[in-house]
Nanobody
């Protein structure tokens, strides 16, 4: 069983930056995909970015060029650097881990382990 803990959320004005981190309770298998998801009030949860051992494998169109997913060599920590934040980025952000097939990092049903979420609020 793997526990994931997110941190780094907070409030920021539009145009600002935040960096989220996700720490795993133990080493993440090299075959496992790590992903960031978010859920805004009144909306369904959506994929933000995914990363495998080889590196990032995808971003949501809405965050491309603004967000960067990365990890340490031990795959114990995954980060999400968020730049040029917009009010539409306001959401609870979740870290997840799972055996994702065909690099479909955005399929949340393939993720077995989830963090508790961290709130990100962007004001205009």
């Amino acid at each position: 069983h793997v526990q994931l803990v997110e941190s780094g959320g907070g409030s920021v004005q539009a145009g600002g930056s935040l960096s989220l981190s996700c720490t795993a309770s133990k080493f993440i298998d090299a075959r496992v995909c790590m992903g960031w998801f978010r859920q805004a009030p009144g909306k369904e949860r959506e994929g933000v970015a995914g990363i495998r051992t080889v590196g990032p494998i995808g971003y949501a169109d809405s965050v491309k060029g603004r967000f960067t997913i990365s990890q340490d060599d031990a795959r114990e920590t995954v980060w999400l650097q968020m730049d040029r934040l917009q009010p539409d980025d306001t959401a609870v952000y979740y870290c997840a881990a799972g055996f994702v097939y065909n690099d479909a990092w955005f399929r949340e049903e393939d993720y077995r382990y989830w963090g508790q979420g961290t709130q990100v609020t962007v004001s205009s």
